[in-house]
């Protein structure tokens, strides 16, 4: 999963294709599709009066990514005539997706739109799905077999990742020591977060970068790596927290390490924590992706795939690098994910 903070220096100059408003710059990435946001020639899906049953199975429920999903897919439903649900399992793993999926299928509704926990492990159980006549839209990760799904809609994740190690390389004035925590190896959303973080690093040769450090996604182990790298390495400048968990990990750990200020949080999504971080200036900068923009999008392509239409395989979503000198804007705030609509 992700799935789902940065600092006080000028960051404008990073912007590059972020969407950093207090920088002045538009609200999307240049990597971002024309599919950003909701489209009107999408609402066309109820004129012959049908209604159509979507369900959204989150990679896991409560948390403020997939929760923003739901929010984004619920506010176009009215208008395209969709009933529109959402079940999911409160746990991140494919035997707890897996039953989910299958009881959803059971009831066969017109579309499944699904971040799946796995993209090997979850292609039996949706395969079973398409082939009872399920539309299948995948969010926020697309399957190893991509004959299963109609469409992909995610964030370009490398991208995502070289925004964070532009910021990084700026924050900490391109030296010092920088450290990675992600949640575990295997994961083709991560590791394609920390490769493009590991290719602007190279512009910044005198940055040394430590190993990936795994927190299997608890905060207390992130927390833990944070105050002990602290303590073996006095040049310790920054960090580069790959999903939400981390970041907030790596809040507490540098507030154990008594090195708020002094070390550079660059984190990746978003959570109330995370935004009062980057509020107070524990959290330098933030990666944020658009999952509000991703449920529109990928409830507009369930209804055109249920209706025949053709759906772009690929579709991607903006980003905005939160600081605190933008994140209270509203530019900023419309990425900002929630936990309920």
Not at 66 to 90: D, I, N, R, W
Not at 96 to 117: E, G, K, L, R, Y
Not at 245 to 267: C, P, Q, S
């Amino acid at each position: 999963m992700t799935r789902r903070l940065r600092m006080g220096v000028p960051l404008c100059a990073l912007a590059v294709a972020a969407i950093a408003a207090g920088c002045g710059s538009s609200s999307s990435s240049s990597k971002a599709s024309s599919s950003s946001g909701a489209s009107s020639s999408a609402g066309s899906s109820g004129s012959s009066g049908k209604t159509y049953h979507v369900v959204y199975i989150p990679g896991l429920t409560g948390n403020p990514f997939y929760s923003t999903v739901a929010c984004g897919a619920k506010s176009v439903a009215p208008q395209m005539h969709v009933k529109f649900s959402v079940q999911g399992a409160p746990t991140f793993a494919v035997n707890a997706q897996t039953p989910v999926v299958n009881a959803v299928t059971a009831t066969h509704p017109d579309a499944i739109m699904i971040s799946n926990d796995d993209p090997k492990g979850m292609i039996p159980p949706l395969l079973q799905a398409q082939r009872a006549g399920i539309k299948i839209v995948n969010i926020d990760g697309d399957l190893a077999e991509k004959s299963v799904g109609v469409t992909n809609i995610q964030s370009d994740n490398a991208y995502g990742g070289q925004l964070a190690g532009q910021a990084m390389g700026k924050l900490i004035g391109g030296k010092g020591t920088v450290a990675i925590i992600d949640n575990d190896p295997g994961f083709p959303i991560s590791e394609a977060r920390v490769a493009g973080f590991m290719q602007a690093m190279k512009q910044y040769p005198g940055v040394k970068v430590l190993g990936v450090q795994y927190s299997h996604n608890e905060t207390s182990n992130a927390a833990s790596i944070v105050s002990s790298t602290a303590a073996a390495h006095p040049d310790f400048a920054g960090v580069y927290t790959v999903e939400t968990n981390n970041t907030e990990g790596a809040i507490t750990g540098a507030r154990d390490a008594h090195v708020v200020g002094k070390l550079k949080i660059v984190g990746y999504d978003t959570s109330d924590p995370i935004v009062k971080g980057i509020q107070d200036g524990t959290v330098s900068a933030d990666i944020v992706q658009y999952p509000y923009g991703e449920g529109q999008v990928g409830l507009q392509s369930a209804v055109k795939a249920i209706q025949g239409q053709s759906v772009p395989r690929e579709q991607t979503q903006p980003f905005v690098v939160a600081t605190k000198a933008n994140v209270n804007t509203a530019n900023v705030q419309r990425f900002i994910y929630k936990t309920s609509c």
